[in-house]
């Protein structure tokens, strides 16, 4: 039991690490802009070919929970930590930073020790720049301090 939630606990970190180098060396690399792209311009209507990437994860996601149902029980539960990383990705970032849920809530700056307020700044700084290059803040449930993020966009190099 324990061993199991600790896979799960160390897949949803797995896949943040994971999603900060996915993102910023594949999606906003030369072959992966062609589909993220569209996250960093305005589109019409309510899908964007960047969703592509989460349908692509939730296959993943799907296969690891077959295969640990026919073969190995422990990829069944970093399937789970996938699914729950998922969510929660789902909640900061189409969620809370995107507002793609049909009511507006923004976290205060009390809850949680400012943490999902930072979160949202840090996404909205990752979405400064509508290029391939010179973005910041990669992660989607860790951010740095948005003054430094601040401070990053002004001076890309340093
Ligand atoms: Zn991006
Ligand atoms: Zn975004």
């Not at 592509?52 to 296959?59: D, E, G, N, Q, R």
């Not at 929660?88 to 307020?117: E, M, N």
């Amino acid at each position: 039991m324990i061993i199991n939630i600790a896979i799960i606990i160390a897949s949803v970190i797995f896949m943040e690490v994971f999603a900060i180098l996915f993102h910023k060396y594949y999606m906003h690399g030369e072959r992966g802009w062609a589909w993220h792209e569209s996250h960093h311009r305005h589109t019409e209507g309510p899908f964007e070919r960047n969703d592509l990437y989460a349908v692509c994860f939730s296959f993943i996601a799907a296969a690891l929970f077959i295969a640990g149902t026919l073969w190995w029980s422990p990829l069944w539960y970093i399937g789970v930590g996938f699914t729950v990383y998922g969510v929660l990705y789902a909640i900061v970032h189409d969620g809370l930073v995107h507002q793609r849920w049909p009511f507006h809530y923004t976290p205060s700056k009390r809850l949680l020790w400012g943490y999902p307020h930072r979160l949202v700044l840090a996404h909205r700084m990752h979405h400064h720049v509508t290029t391939r290059e010179g973005a910041v803040s990669f992660g989607f449930l860790w951010a740095e301090k948005p003054d430094r993020l601040k401070a990053q966009l002004k001076n890309p190099a340093g």
